[in-house]
């Protein structure tokens, strides 16, 4: 690399990764698409917030075509399908598709009404943009203070925002490609969604993608003790906090141990 690499652009690329991962499952995923658990109003801007800066575009962009392809999934109207439109447009291109640059405010009143968040995912660049101007600040700094940290405003941009920008685009897209074409299946559901032990690890939880379309409205997609899911536990730690509130259960037919319906 022109830039060079440190131990500490490494650990910073690394936590920016989970940090904005966790806006983009938390709250992109889990609060605005599914309603989940419920937030304050300055609580639901931070979060917006944190996954616009994930640059993976609006709030209410976001959302409208993740309902989109709950509505539709694996049938003609999804947006992302590898079943109908194969797997490099399921992963990536379907972004750039005309029919899917817009956002459609009538799959999400609920967002719409809220001027902030009409703002937020109007200007959506603004986020992304400010964060890149952070990281460079912040390698700025660390060099002037610490430079025995071997790290530059140029260095911190790379690692910090580009690179671990392109690792959230790729682990999230591989929700709605990989986890509709390889893995296990725990419930008989009418799509092709899969459960991947190794997506989970990468995407905080949203590898149990199976579970998840079972249950779509529950605040937890990793339904047995061993099915690791940080965001759930993450989200716990805030209701403890009284950060958010109502986390939306799984049913009581599910048992915990196995995430198996009880027979």
């Known amino acids: 690399l022109v830039v060079g690499w440190s131990p500490v652009a490494v650990a910073v690329c690394v936590l920016s990764y989970l940090i904005r991962m966790f806006g ?6 889990r609060c605005f698409s599914h309603r989940a658990f419920r937030v304050t109003r300055p609580m639901q801007l931070m979060g917006a917030c944190l996954g616009a800066s994930a640059a993976q575009r609006g709030p209410l962009w976001w959302v409208a075509h993740h309902r989109r392809h709950h509505q539709r999934t694996d049938r003609i109207g999804d947006p992302h399908s590898p ?9 990536v291109l379907w972004m750039f598709a005309p029919a899917n640059r817009a956002t459609d405010s009538q799959v999400v009143p609920d967002l719409a009404a809220y001027r902030e968040m009409r703002l937020l995912d109007r200007f959506h660049h603004v986020m992304p943009g400010l964060y890149a101007a952070g990281m460079f600040g912040l390698g700025v700094f660390l060099h002037a203070i610490w430079p025995g940290s071997h790290t530059s405003g140029l260095q911190m941009l790379v690692f910090g925002f580009s690179i671990s920008t392109v690792l959230l685009y790729h682990a999230t897209f ?10 296990s299946r725990k419930f008989d559901t009418k799509d092709e969604s899969h459960n991947n032990w190794w997506l989970a690890l990468l995407t905080l939880g ?4 199976n579970n998840h379309h079972r249950f779509p409205y ?3 997609a990793g339904l047995a003790l061993w099915e690791a899911d940080m965001t759930w536990m993450a989200l716990r ?13 799984v049913p009581v037919f599910v048992n915990a141990g196995s995430g198996r319906p009880n027979r």
Request: hydrophobic share 45%; glycine share 8%.
């Open 174 to 183: 591989a929700v709605n490609s990989l986890g509709h074409t390889i893995g």
């Open 83 to 91: 079943v109908i439109d194969g797997l490099p447009r399921s992963h």
């Open 206 to 209: 949203e590898g149990w993608h």
């Open 218 to 220: 529950a605040a937890r």
């Open 24 to 29: 983009i499952t938390a709250f992109y995923h």
């Open 237 to 249: 730690l805030m209701a403890s906090l009284r950060l958010v509130r109502d986390l939306r259960p």
